[in-house]
Structures are given as structure tokens and as C-alpha cells.
């Protein structure tokens, strides 16, 4: 599909928004609250969705169900998907007012628009991230946020120079259950940390995808992006693009976003990572899916402290260790402490990580940091952290050897194979 508007004309319009927005920050007061507690339109967060399947569509309607929030507009490219994100959206209001695009600019250069909802594949978190910055719009974006660590660098360096409120979709973090073992973590209740533990579940195996016609009104090549060209398969954009490196980063990243971001944070290096890993993993022998099947990554700190990446399958969950007791938790809500006396002071009620009370500490947060202009608990930089070292397991295990890594140089020690994995080659004419 030829792009509505050009590159150049695009990037032309939404200068001018970003300006606008650094100068005046959007605010709800309490003046504009009306007597039954509504928000006026005028003064409400207006935001719109990109890339809108299941979890996009989730992200949507929690957004939707906080006072503040206007949803004005929808994009993918999916027909079926666009469609019925339109509907929703106006079911929701109770009016026709949603626009709906295929091409993310056309959004974008929307100047009425504070918020963008970012839920696409992981090929494209860090373009339209960085796009959406540059149109003057907050961010909230699902994970991971990148598919290399040369990209999610460049996405938490962006959001820093304009300015921009970025929250990661790595909801757990908001999640009560969770955040419990975290402050256990970090309380010293636990003593001196030595271990950490982050359950993540296995990959799968497929044969290979024989091409198949194009749906009418699909844009495949805008679908694809800046990824690799290849033949459509309606297997591929179900949900079979995480398991092939060209798309995703398989379990590594998918739930280790969520379980080595936890990790990070109950060891307070959710702003630096581990120096060194080493693992090993089994690959699928043939087929489209090509991330390790079964694997066992350990990353050790500076201060000795190890996390340890596990393909136990099932549940996600972690488990923090030290010197005085453990924590585990997971995602079916089960918690788990050695003393038990640990699990006294439990105010949290036993929540699977689909219930709707798990999601909206994290849409909140970022609507709250959107007024005040603060930074999220998921945000980029953080977010760019906890993303590496799960790109840097996958370089482990993909190269078979032990790893160094530089913290602050963000670059593998004497291993030049391993640093040009840093980055990957975007298709044409899609750059950062």
C-alpha cells in the first residue's frame, strides 16, 4: 500500500506536535471533574491504539474503563482486527466518532491525540515508539520493547530527549502478588540475595509454512516492516512470529521481559545487569520456528548474585533466594515463602494474571505519570535494561559460549562476532 503521507511530510507536521506537547503537558485538575465524577471532554487524556489483536485489544479496554481516557482512533492492518476495534471503541462511547487507519502516520499526525497505545509485534515496538515520541505523543508501548539491544538503546535515548512518558507493558510489576516478592526482596527479609530465579515456558516446534494468498485488504508488507521479507501464512500472524529471530526473541524475551525485568528489580539492578552469561539451549531442527525449544541461561552480577533463566513451561513465575529465606511467586496467583511467616503480612487476594484488577495498576500508573510528567515503574530505561538481558541470553546460547558484558559501554568484552549482534539490518525503507 502506498504510504497516505510521506515520510518527509509526516516527520514535517509532527515537529510542530512535539513541540507543543513538551510546552504544555496535559493535566486533569479537579475543577474538571463534573458532579457525577466525569472527566469533560476537553480536559480528558485522548489517546489512540496501534495494533489492536488480543492483547492490544485488552490494553484498549482497560484504558477504556479509566475516567480519564478518551479513545479517539484505531490502526492495523488486519482488516478484521481494524474493524472491530472501531466497534468496540464505539460501543464503548456510544457514538460513531472512532477513525480508523491502516498506516500508523495517518494517526500520528493527529494533533488532538496525547497517547498513543502501542500493541503491534515486536519488529515494530521500536519504530513506532520512537515516531510516536517525535509526534509529540506519550507512550505506552507492550513488550519487549525492542528485538535488539541496539534498538531499545535507541528508544530509551529518544523518550529521554523529548521528554516523553514511556511505560513498558510489563504489567506484573503492577501486579500486588508480585510486587509482594519484590519488596521481600528488597526489605532484607530474605538476607543477603544470591539467587535469582525466573520460570519462563519453553518454545514450540512447527513444520514449515508453505505461502498462502494474501487476505483481500490485508497490507502484508506493511505487517512485515522493517523485518525480513517472507510468504504469508495466517499461522505467522496468529501467533507463530515470536518463535523466528526475524520477528521475536521466543521465550527469552516474550516472558523473560516480564520474569528478568522482576529479577532485576528485587535485586535493585533494574538500571545496570548481570556481567556475564553462560547456558546452553536445544533448537528446533528444522522449520519456521527457530528460538530455543528447551535451554538454561545463568547471568552472574558483579557482586556474585545469579540469575538464572529456566524453560519450565507452564506457569511464569520467579523465585528470589537468599541467605535467610526464599519468595516464589507466579501468575496462577500461588505465593510461596521459607519461613512461612513471611506470608503473614499478605494483603493480596489470589489473582490469575488475566483478571482485570492485575491490569489496571499498570494502565493507571501511566495515565497518572501522563498528568505529572514523572516517569512510570516501567519506564524506558528500565524497560531497556530488563530487555537486554534477555537478548544477551539469546546471543549466548545462539553463539554457545560464554558471554562478557561492559554495563556502561553496553557492549560485549573482546567478542566482535557477539557485538554485531547488537544490531540487525531493517528492510528497507524502514530505519530508526
Not at 66 to 92: G, I, S, W, Y
Not at 183 to 201: D, P, V
Amino acid at each position: 500500500m502506498k504510504p497516505t503521507i510521506s515520510r518527509r511530510t509526516f516527520l514535517k507536521r509532527t515537529t510542530a506536535a512535539a513541540v507543543a506537547s513538551a510546552v504544555a503537558p496535559y493535566f486533569v485538575p479537579s475543577s474538571a471533574l463534573g458532579k457525577d465524577g466525569s472527566i469533560a471532554a476537553s480536559r480528558r487524556i485522548v489517546m489512540g491504539g496501534i495494533g489492536l489483536g488480543g492483547q492490544g485489544t485488552r490494553d484498549m479496554r482497560n484504558f477504556m474503563g479509566q475516567k480519564e481516557v478518551q479513545f479517539v482512533a484505531v490502526c492495523d492492518v488486519m482488516p478484521d482486527r481494524l474493524q472491530a476495534a472501531q466497534e468496540l471503541v464505539n460501543a464503548n462511547y456510544g457514538n460513531q466518532d472512532c477513525a480508523a487507519y491502516k498506516d500508523f502516520r495517518d494517526l500520528l499526525a493527529r494533533k488532538d491525540i496525547d497517547a498513543v497505545l502501542i500493541a503491534t509485534g515486536d519488529r515494530w515496538h521500536p519504530l513506532l515508539s520512537i515516531e510516536a515520541a517525535r509526534a509529540g505523543k506519550d507512550v505506552y508501548c507492550e513488550k519487549p520493547m525492542s528485538l535488539t539491544i541496539a534498538e531499545s538503546r535507541a528508544v530509551a535515548d529518544t523518550m529521554k530527549r523529548y521528554g516523553t512518558v514511556y511505560q513498558c507493558g510489563t504489567q506484573r510489576r503492577s501486579m500486588e502478588s508480585f510486587a509482594f516478592a519484590v519488596q521481600l526482596a528488597r526489605s532484607g527479609k530474605l538476607g543477603k540475595l544470591h539467587t535469582l530465579h525466573a520460570y519462563l515456558n519453553r518454545g514450540p516446534i512447527t513444520e514449515n509454512l508453505p505461502p498462502q494468498p494474501v487476505p483481500e485488504g490485508f497490507d502484508w508488507d506493511m505487517w512485515l516492516g522493517p523485518a525480513p521479507y517472507m510468504e504469508y501464512n495466517a499461522q505467522i500472524t496468529s501467533w507463530l512470529w515470536n518463535w523466528n529471530y526475524n520477528y521475536g526473541g521466543g521465550a527469552m524475551t516474550d516472558w523473560g521481559s516480564h520474569c528478568n525485568d522482576l529479577c532485576q528489580w528485587a535485586n535493585g539492578t533494574d538500571l545496570a545487569g548481570p556481567v556475564e552469561y553462560e547456558g546452553w539451549a536445544k533448537f528446533p531442527a528444522d522449520g519456521f520456528c527457530n528460538t530455543p525449544t528447551d535451554f538454561n541461561v545463568v547471568a552472574t552480577y558483579a557482586d556474585g548474585v545469579k540469575l538464572i533463566m529456566h524453560d519450565k513451561g507452564g506457569s511464569l513465575g520467579v523465585k528470589f533466594e537468599g541467605d535467610e529465606g526464599w519468595v516464589y511467586v507466579d501468575d496462577n496467583g500461588n505465593a510461596e515463602t521459607e519461613p512461612k511467616s513471611l506470608l503473614q503480612n499478605r494483603k493480596f487476594a489470589k489473582l490469575g494474571w488475566t483478571d482485570l484488577a492485575n491490569w489496571t495498576g499498570h494502565h493507571g500508573n501511566f495515565l497518572q505519570c501522563v498528568k505529572t510528567r514523572s516517569n512510570p515503574i516501567a519506564w524506558a530505561e528500565v524497560a531497556h535494561r530488563s530487555a537486554t538481558t534477555g537478548h544477551i541470553a539469546n546471543i549466548c546460547v545462539r553463539l554457545s559460549r560464554k558471554l562478557r558484558w561492559d554495563v556502561q559501554a553496553e557492549r560485549f568484552i573482546n567478542d566482535e562476532e557477539a557485538n554485531r549482534m547488537l544490531y540487525r539490518a531493517m528492510r528497507s525503507p524502514w530505519q530508526l
